[in-house]
Every structure is written in C-alpha cells, then in structure tokens.
C-alpha cells in the first residue's frame, strides 16, 4: 500500500520527490524517507517518522543537491512504525525502496544473516536488498541480471526501484503485483505509484505490466517483460487536471468527494444514455453481448466499499434482471474450495484496481470455467482492468479520501446501468431499460437535492458525536447502504458501529438497545417500509434513541427524530440515501478532530494481502 516515488534527471531532485510522496499520502502515511546519491557517488537518505511533513522538516535547511534518488511513504506492514523500518533501506551500494510483502522473507532473512548480514530493521524490505547485494558480491554479474535471479526466490506481492551508487545513471524497476508508472519527461523520467505523484510534472505515462522489469535513465528507458523481452509499452496521455487533486475551498478531501457526487455520476453517465432510451456501452463486444444473452448467473467478488456496491447491486440482478447473484468478500473467495454455478460470469469491483484480494480473486476464477469476467473500476491502466476481460470505467475521477464516496455511487451508477443492460440483451424489449435511464438521468438532481440537508445532518452530528457505539439499520437493499454507512463511520470517526438488516433486531441486536446507543435508519417509502415501522416500534418499546432517514412521514414518539429527505425514486433510493449518512459520518468526525483524509491505520489502495 505503501507510495513509491524516483527520478533520474540533469536537475536537482529534492523538492520533486518531497512533493511527490506528499501527493501519495493517502497510499500510507505510517512514515517516509528518501535517499540520492551525491556528486561523490555516495548515498544521502533521510527518513523520518510520521507523515511526509515531518520529512521536509527534517530536510528543510540542508542543502542537498542530487539528479537520481528514491522517495518512499510507507504503511506497516513488516515491522512497526519506526526509523529504523522506514524506507529506502541500503545495502552497501545498493538502495531500494519497495511496496508489497513477501511471504518467504523469514527464511531468506535467516539465510543471509547465516551469511554475515546485519539487519537494522524488521521489513521484509530489507532481506530483499541484502539477497541482492549478496547475489551480486557471489556472482560479479551486472545488477540487472542479479535481479533477474533473485526475484525467483521471492514470493509474495512486490514492486519495487532499485538504485546503485556504482552507477549513478539509471534505476531499475520491477513491477509484480503492485502498480508501478513511469512518467516520461524531458531528459529526465520518473517512477511512482500512481499518476497523481507525478501530475504537475508530465501528463505521458507508461503503465508497467505484472512482470516488467524496467531501466530508467535520464534520456531513455527499456522494458523487458515477465520473459525476458525487451518490449514496448503504450504511452498513455493523461486528461486528469492537476488542479483536480486540491482541495479547494472545502476543508477535507472527503468532503470535496461528497459534494463531486452529481458531476462524478454525470460523467459517469456522458456518452453512455443513447437517445435518452438505452445504456451505450462501447467497451462491450459481441463477444460480452453473446456471454449475456446466455448466462445463467452472476459472480461478485470485491472487498470494503466496493463489497457493499456489489450487495445492492446483487438485489438488482435478482429483482429486475431476474438473474441470480451470489456476492463474496475477496479474501474469502479465494481461500476456500469453489463450486462454480452453471452459466457463471464473474465480475469484480474495485475503485484502485489495485486490490490486491481481488486480484487474487480474479486470477483464480480464470482456472474455474466462469463464462468470462468484467472489472468495474476507476483507474484505466490499473492491474485488474488489464487483467480483466473487459473493463467499464466508472469515471469518478480522482478519489484521494481513504474513505471512499465518490467511488461507491459511481460503481452504484455502473452496476444499475449493467443490469439494464442485460435485461435488455436477455429480454429483447427495452422497456425496464428506458425506465432505468429515465431515473439515472434524474439521479444527479436528486443527490444535489439531498446535498442541501448538509445542515440539518450537521445539527444531527452535534447530538451524537460523543457517543461509543451505534447500530444502522435497513431492510431489503438498504442493508447494504447501512453496512456501508457504518463503515463510514467506523473509518474516520473510529466510533464503533455495526449494521443489521431491520428484521434480524429481535434476532440478538435487541439486548444492545439503550438510551446511549443511536439507531440510524435508513426508510424509504417502498414496499418494506411499514415492516420498517414495525421494527421501530419494537426499538421504541425498549427506550432506543431512533434517528431516522426517509421520505415518508412518520408519527414522531420522543425518542425518535426523523430528518425529512427529498423525494426519490425506489430503484435509485440505495444510491441517494447513502448520501446523509457519508454526511453524518463526516459532521461527526469533523467535530471530534480526527484525521478525516487519512484515518489511524488505513490507506487508500491496499495492495497487500
């Protein structure tokens, strides 16, 4: 999960990198370091622990000077927060910094300390540079081919940049099973994480494959894939503004990301309602076309967010496409013995495309005879959408938030406009499809409706903040707007908070209901709603203090507070009724003072298994 930032250049590179891992905070934030090599052909590195601010504190009155260096923030994974564990880590002319983890570094660490080598850190970062130095001290083979020798006995997840203080001119990359980019300058080229580092420096990309081992050098650069030819890799021109990743007049970057959800679903939505009556998507073949037409079920598999999209979304393949839709946590799925449904087409979902489960997930279901698979995703050129079949975008645009908002609406937006479009394939009559794009039409005014409640959510938050533990409830396909809504919560607030479908309180949640606990509901007006009712009379009964989200009028009892929302169509309320409670958990978060953007523990692309 962790940022990975490098240059090779004719400048002085230090602000470059500083501002560049700044920029891939929200990947880890546990620490952050850097390292160069100075005119003498000598490593300089600085690491600090903390955020990368407490870096450029450290660095701020040196005058540093170098044209090739490595900048790494870092999320623990081997090791804890420390000096010591930070990135880059050396080993005698060698310096690496790296994202992933690998499996087998116990046994290589004792390996190499049989061998004499000292570790300073507990990373698994460490075994890595140690086993090349050791491989090339053996072998005296140039670094290239050490690494090429090396990266067999390495098993795990790793992307990693390689930099030699004996040759002071290029860097080496090694992408597999982490993302890795390079971005192309003039006489000068950089590596990172993820396009956004490098923004305000080059908009020309290469997207390394799983496999590719990469030589940067100021003036060129030469890839070599996952069986040792040289290759060439697209150029991919970027159209993100870089203005796009400031915060701008909103605090947060969350908060921007709530108030983005009507132009980030209308983009999601351009070019893909033909004639105001049918879902366009050019991404699909005849091929996909075909594999719709006779398939017989549906496979979900995604993790966090993206699960709670997929659980909705498993309620619109049943009750309008008529297709049944098993959904499945990613790290489940792929640890367990599988039974394939007959006529099964898998699909995966995921706001980075870099989810390291799911790409498991994914990499399993092509051995198991699904019909074919599709990734619904953010990021073109990312792992699964290369990996995948097919890919449809979802067009949020840069998400920077760890909690994701923007993302989840859109992957929402996607998934309704995918099931209108198999009906319409499967069904031959496009009359539930000119309904659907109707509504997706609307839906951006609707949110921008609800937006407009920001204060009455606020006030709400002021009554609740303090409290330890909260219960959300839903029925039907608001269940997973309320497990997504706690998990909101829980991300920034760090208030405990579970969901639980409405008719499974009298199943155990009853024995938590009390005047400390709030109960958020979510009741829209549907054919669920008076068993809705039913339920708040049993949490009435028992003194629970009720906050209830709908568009219906409900008598009001004493401990029941309900805020008033909008109109909204039944098809797209799980879409629009996820909008206060990302608001709440905001308000309630804002006024408690914790980390919004980068809550304790968390990073945004989780990379690791």
């Not at 190499?112 to 080598?117: A, D, P, R, T, V």
């Not at 366009?280 to 076309?289: I, N, T």
């Not at 909008?579 to 003072?593: D, E, N, S």
Request: charged letters at 25%; a positive charge; hydrophobic letters at 40%.
């Amino acid at each position: 999960m962790c940022g990975i930032v490098a240059a090779v250049t004719q400048r002085n590179i230090i602000n470059c990198l500083l501002q560049s891992i700044k920029r891939l905070e929200y990947r880890g934030y546990d620490s952050s370091g850097l390292a160069l090599i100075n005119k003498n052909n000598n490593f300089i590195r600085f690491r600090s622990v903390g955020k990368v601010n407490e870096l450029i504190k450290k660095i701020k009155n040196k005058k540093l000077f170098g044209t090739i260096g490595l900048a790494h923030t870092r999320w623990a994974t081997h090791g804890k927060v420390s000096e010591e564990n930070t990135h880059p880590h050396i080993s005698s002319h060698i310096a690496i910094v790296h994202n992933g983890i690998i499996e087998n570094s116990l046994q290589l660490r004792s390996f190499l300390e049989k061998k004499g080598y000292i570790f300073y850190s507990e990373t698994d970062t460490e075994v890595i540079v140690h086993l090349l130095h050791w491989e090339q001290k053996k072998t005296g083979k140039p670094l290239l081919e050490v690494i090429s020798n090396i990266l067999i006995k390495l098993h795990g997840n790793y992307s990693m940049v390689i930099m030699d203080s004996n040759n002071s001119s290029k860097l080496i990359a090694v992408c597999s099973g982490s993302p890795l980019i390079i971005g192309l300058g003039v006489e000068e080229n950089f590596i990172a994480s993820d396009q956004i580092a490098l923004l305000n420096i080059t908009k020309r990309f290469i997207y390394l494959k799983e496999g590719d081992i990469a030589i940067i050098k100021s003036e060129k650069i030469k890839i070599f894939d996952k069986n040792n030819l040289i290759i060439q890799r697209k150029i991919v021109k970027s159209n993100i503004k870089y203005e796009c990743i400031n915060k701008g007049k909103y605090k947060h970057y969350m908060e921007k990301e709530i108030y983005e959800q009507p132009i980030s679903i209308r983009n999601t939505l351009k070019n893909r309602l033909k004639n105001n009556t049918t879902i366009y998507f050019p991404e699909l073949g005849l091929k996909e076309k075909n594999i719709f037409l006779h398939l017989e079920h549906i496979q979900i598999v995604a993790c966090g967010t993206s699960y709670h999209a997929a659980m909705v979304s498993k309620h619109w393949f049943e009750s309008i496409a008529n297709i049944p839709c098993d959904v499945e946590v990613a790290s489940e799925f792929s640890y367990r013995k599988l039974a394939v449904r007959k006529k099964s087409f898998f699909i995966t979902l995921s706001q980075s495309g870099e989810t390291a489960d799911t790409l498991r997930a994914l990499r399993i279901s092509k051995k198991l005879g699904y019909l074919g698979n599709l990734t619904i995703c953010n990021m073109q050129g990312s792992s699964l959408v290369q990996e995948s079949d097919t890919c449809l975008l979802t067009k949020a645009g840069i998400e920077i938030g760890v909690a994701s908002t923007k993302s989840f609406t859109t992957q929402l937006t996607v998934l309704l406009m995918l099931v209108a479009k198999i009906v319409g394939i499967k069904k031959k009559e496009n009359n539930i499809e000119k309904q659907i794009v109707k509504i997706l039409t609307i839906l951006p005014y609707r949110i921008e409706e609800i937006l407009k409640k920001n204060k009455e959510i606020k006030n709400l938050a002021k009554k609740i903040y303090n409290k330890k533990n909260m219960l959300f409830l839903g029925r039907g396909d608001q269940y997973p707007i309320a497990m997504e809504g706690a998990l909101k919560l829980k991300e920034i607030s760090y208030i405990h908070a579970e969901a639980y479908p409405s008719g499974e309180l009298k199943h155990g949640p009853l024995a938590l209901i009390d005047k400390n606990v709030p109960i958020i509901i979510t009741a829209p007006k549907n054919s669920l709603l008076e068993k809705t009712k039913q339920n708040i009379q049993e949490i009435c009964a028992r003194g629970g203090l009720i906050y209830i989200f709908s568009d219906e009028e409900i008598n009001l009892e004493k401990n029941i507070t309900v805020l008033k929302l909008p109109y909204v169509e039944e098809i797209i309320a799980p879409i629009f009724y996820i909008i206060p409670l990302q608001l709440l958990a905001y308000y309630i978060a804002l006024i408690k003072g914790t980390n919004i953007d980068q809550p304790r523990n968390l990073a945004k692309s989780v990379t690791v298994e």
